[in-house]
């Protein structure tokens, strides 16, 4: 569930020249517009995201923002049901949208002269949304089934899902993004139009667009579609802190299931809440040790070792709220979790006792830049990666940072963080633990059996 994708050092012989710079504009209604152009082929890439997501959520509408995402493609009064995709697909184009905890992004990639068609659209379900109760019924069905999919019918994901809720107590990052289920079953077409209005604004919005295109020209097709909106007065949301824990806090989850599972997590700032700016950059190399490739700890000293058949270990700094520091294991056959878990503690004790050596210091920080250069490649990502940074309210400059502060992270800041942050005072455990499956039974794991909590 962690694992990362890295590639080999080779990579870095021939690293790319910086990419081009960002272009910034801001319309008169506050709608930020990022425009970086790449000439490397007849396209263009544009998104346009919204700070909102499911950190913005409260009890009783949770998956909003989600079922939103869904209803942005059922219509507006210029254009029916379905119609958005169907012009998308004419003009030889893919789109498709996404929700995070911290926002919620629409995204079109098309040939480079058919980008005016990608921002009338946009600009159309910005703010003329209709969102009909008997399309809004459909879709929280097609929702609800998917949570039934993608989690209850999956024990590691319901896991998962139970780690986040006792990880945290009060920060809105304990609430999965889908929504929980009975939220979903009483969502109101009241509760949606607000959230549409409140959300869906000019000023709470980023457009990014990466391609073979002019900035000078986006700009007026930005101003021509987008600068007549008008804008809403968007509140933005407190940001919660989590209360301190006092121990370590483990649950059990009971499923159907084949295979145990482990997910350890201990609290970690983020960027925009590190008490010092490095304290972030030295977890993203710490998680690079455990898991940084098949050379790193994990797969080297615990998989290969014969105690678990599957072990990793992630990190995201770019959130908007303290997060956690991810490890998650999966046993070997004739092992128990008991073992797994003394074998990544183990891993943590002796972060927190060695510094880590020199030459694999830079192993693994030539690696975590290497993933970083090779997803630059695309243009996607650097629209992925603009449009991220700035609507979690990091700015999209610090994607220029990134390379350049890995690389100065030493051996002393990593054993550091390492002490400082995984502790058991922020840690919790989940374990699932496997129920027997009927004949022919798949894994579900959906409200079936005990969540105890200790």
Same mark, same amino acid.
Do not use: C
């Given at each position: 569930?962690?694992?990362?994708?890295?590639?080999?050092?080779?990579?870095?012989? &021939?690293?790319?020249?910086?990419?081009?710079?960002?272009?910034?504009?801001?319309?008169?209604?506050? %709608?930020?517009?990022?425009?970086?152009?790449?000439?490397?082929?007849?396209?263009?890439?544009?998104?346009?995201?919204?700070?909102?997501? +499911? +950190?913005?959520?409260?009890?009783? !509408?949770?998956?909003? +923002?989600?079922?939103? #995402?869904?209803?942005?493609?059922?219509?507006?009064?210029?254009?029916?049901?379905?119609?958005?995709?169907?012009?998308?697909?004419?003009?030889?184009?893919?789109?498709?949208?996404?929700?995070?905890?911290?926002?919620?992004?629409?995204?079109?990639?098309?040939?480079?002269?058919?980008?005016?068609?990608?921002?009338?659209?946009?600009?159309?379900?910005?703010?003329?949304?209709?969102?009909?109760?008997?399309?809004?019924?459909?879709?929280?069905?097609?929702?609800?089934?998917?949570?039934?999919?993608?989690?209850?019918?999956?024990?590691?994901?319901?896991?998962?899902?139970?780690?986040?809720?006792?990880?945290?107590?009060?920060?809105?990052?304990?609430?999965?993004?889908?929504?929980?289920?009975? *939220?979903?079953?009483?969502?109101?077409?009241?509760?949606?139009?607000?959230?549409?209005?409140?959300?869906?604004?000019?000023?709470?919005?980023?457009?990014?667009?990466?391609?073979? =295109?002019?900035?000078?020209?986006?700009?007026?097709?930005?101003?021509?579609?987008?600068?007549?909106?008008?804008?809403?007065?968007?509140?933005?949301?407190?940001? =919660?802190?989590?209360?301190?824990?006092?121990?370590?806090?483990? !649950?059990?989850?009971?499923?159907?299931?084949?295979?145990?599972?482990? =997910? /350890?997590?201990?609290?970690?700032?983020?960027?925009?809440?590190?008490?010092?700016?490095?304290?972030?950059?030295? %977890?993203?190399?710490?998680?690079?040790i455990l898991d940084g490739?098949?050379?790193?700890?994990?797969?080297?000293?615990?998989?290969?070792?014969?105690?678990?058949?599957?072990?990793?270990?992630?990190?995201?700094?770019?959130?908007?709220?303290?997060?956690?520091?991810?490890? *998650?294991?999966?046993?070997?056959?004739?092992?128990? %979790?008991? &073992?797994?878990?003394?074998?990544?503690?183990?891993?943590?004790?002796?972060?927190k006792q060695e510094p880590?050596?020199?030459? #694999?210091?830079?192993?693994?920080?030539?690696?975590?830049?290497?993933?970083?250069?090779?997803?630059?490649? +695309?243009?996607?990502?650097? $629209?992925?990666?603009?449009?991220?940074?700035?609507?979690?309210?990091?700015?999209?400059?610090?994607?220029?940072?990134?390379?350049?502060?890995?690389?100065? =992270?030493?051996? #002393?800041?990593?054993?550091?963080?390492?002490?400082?942050?995984?502790?058991? *005072?922020?840690?919790?455990? &989940?374990? %699932?633990?496997?129920?027997? /499956?009927?004949?022919?039974?798949?894994?579900?794991?959906?409200?079936?059996? $005990?969540?105890?909590?200790?």
């Open positions: 569930m962690l694992q990362r994708t890295l590639i080999g050092l080779a990579a870095l012989v &021939a690293l790319p020249a910086g990419a081009a710079p960002v272009h910034e504009f801001t319309l008169d209604n506050g %709608l930020k517009l990022l425009v970086r152009e790449d000439h490397r082929a007849p396209v263009v890439v544009s998104q346009v995201w919204y700070k909102v997501g +499911s +950190s913005y959520e409260h009890n009783g !509408i949770t998956g909003i +923002s989600h079922v939103l #995402e869904h209803m942005m493609f059922k219509g507006t009064e210029k254009h029916a049901p379905g119609e958005f995709s169907r012009i998308i697909a004419a003009n030889g184009g893919r789109e498709n949208a996404f929700t995070g905890r911290d926002y919620t992004a629409y995204f079109q990639q098309l040939e480079e002269s058919r980008l005016e068609v990608s921002f009338r659209l946009e600009a159309d379900r910005m703010r003329n949304l209709l969102l009909p109760k008997d399309e809004l019924a459909k879709e929280v069905q097609v929702v609800m089934e998917e949570r039934r999919l993608r989690t209850e019918d999956d024990p590691q994901s319901i896991t998962y899902e139970r780690f986040n809720a006792a990880a945290f107590v009060t920060s809105p990052y304990r609430n999965p993004v889908i929504g929980w289920m009975q *939220d979903l079953e009483q969502l109101r077409l009241e509760d949606l139009q607000h959230w549409y209005r409140r959300w869906y604004a000019p000023n709470n919005a980023t457009v990014v667009v990466v391609g073979n =295109v002019d900035p000078d020209e986006v700009l007026a097709l930005a101003r021509k579609h987008f600068g007549p909106l008008s804008a809403e007065a968007v509140q933005p949301p407190r940001r =919660v802190v989590e209360v301190p824990q006092r121990g370590v806090r483990r !649950i059990v989850v009971q499923a159907q299931a084949r295979l145990p599972y482990l =997910v /350890m997590g201990y609290k970690a700032p983020v960027l925009t809440t590190a008490e010092r700016e490095w304290e972030p950059y030295a %977890l993203e190399v710490l998680a690079g490739g098949d050379s790193a700890r994990l797969p080297s000293e615990v998989v290969r070792a014969g105690v678990a058949a599957r072990a990793g270990a992630g990190y995201d700094a770019n959130a908007r709220l303290e997060t956690l520091f991810l490890l *998650d294991a999966t046993p070997a056959n004739g092992q128990g %979790l008991d &073992a797994v878990e003394q074998a990544l503690n183990q891993q943590i004790r002796r972060l880590v050596g020199e030459q #694999e210091l830079a192993r693994v920080k030539a690696q975590v830049v290497a993933d970083d250069v090779y997803q630059r490649d +695309s243009v996607f990502y650097q $629209a992925m990666q603009i449009g991220m940074l700035e609507t979690v309210g990091l700015g999209w400059q610090r994607g220029e940072e990134y390379v350049e502060r890995i690389r100065a =992270v030493t051996a #002393e800041q990593v054993q550091e963080v390492a002490k400082k942050y995984l502790q058991e *005072d922020r840690l919790t455990v &989940a374990v %699932l633990d496997p129920q027997p /499956m009927g004949a022919g039974e798949t894994p579900e794991a959906g409200g079936k059996g $005990a969540h105890r909590v200790h």
